[in-house]
């Protein structure tokens, strides 16, 4: 793979992959994919996806990323990037899911079809279409596997949310939300966190997505309430840091983490008892839809249709555990180690 970059735009840490036997000709379609970062290994997969199908259809595909989870400026730059570059079509990742909208709205009024990917952008219909887990769903899967977990000790649950970013994109929101909604928490009003006012819920942190910040996240919650026994945890990096902070104090034996991922370490962390249940996402499904959607709107200006009865097209979701509780399907993490990502 010989990898170009783009003049002004090599500083933000774009990359134009020309593919094998991909020619540059003037008429061959252009597409973006804009993800959070480049080191999570959730968009590591998601750009596999992007690459191998853009080669498969003969698309020329520039890559983009920013610095950290959060880093919206460089996203900005990027759909700017992609504008004058001429592409087609961009595949997004949100940080910012609000603050983007405008950029989002920039490219789309420039002929540019918009597919979010993962993160429903707010409101939904910014952009042309939206590839995505359904977030609510995977937190509510790992809500009614704690709740059935627990029995009736879940009345006297002592909780700690470990969230994204103070900025709460949506899919942070709907993960949160959901699983209270599966835990028999009311969740007051859905589209924010920490209105709530059960007194189960010791406190919300945030996690940037990574292991350092689940680390810092858990041990300040620890501080608030030292008998906190249930994590709900925005991913599987941050749970892996909260789980090195309760280990620390002694507590990673009596206390039970739940997450969405389903990248590979975390289902092995699944097998070794780290993580009581994750909700499986598929990030290379979502990619590879979304570069099929670019090279149909190029070839017939048709837009994709959302699942029925959602504003998203839904790429599936799997709850992975490997202690299974009535009334809520699951597969084990020896199947899910089958089809993990990354």
Known sequence: MILKYLGHAAALGVATLVLPGVSMAQDQVTACLITKTDTNPFFVKMKEGATAKAQELGINLQTYAGRIDGDSESQVAAIESCIAAGAKGIL??????????????????????????????????????????????????????????????????????????????????????????????????????????????????????????????????????????????????????????????GLEGSVTIVSVDGGCPGIANVKDGVIGATSMQYPLKMASMGIEAIKAFADSGEKPQASEGLQITATGVDLVTDEPVDGVTSMTSEDAAKLCWG
């Open 92 to 249: 997004i990742a949100a940080s910012d899911t609000k603050g983007i909208v405008p950029s989002v709205k920039q490219a789309r009024d420039a002929g540019l079809i918009v597919i979010a990917l993962d993160t429903p952008l707010e409101p939904v219909d910014s952009a042309d279409a939206t590839f995505a887990t359904n977030n609510y769903e995977a937190g509510v899967l790992i809500g009614e596997w704690a709740k059935g977990k627990m029995g009736a000790e879940a009345e006297n649950a002592k909780i700690a949310f470990l969230d994204l970013t103070a900025q709460q994109p949506s899919v942070a929101v709907l993960r949160d939300q959901g699983f209270m909604e599966g835990f028999g928490i009311d969740n007051k009003d859905k589209a924010i966190v920490g209105d709530e006012d059960d007194a189960r819920i010791v406190g919300h942190d945030i996690t940037n997505g990574n292991e350092e910040g689940g680390r810092q996240a858990m041990e300040n919650l620890l501080q608030k309430d030292p008998s906190i026994n249930l994590v709900y945890t925005i991913n599987e990096p941050a749970a892996a840091g909260a789980y090195e902070a309760l280990k620390s104090v």
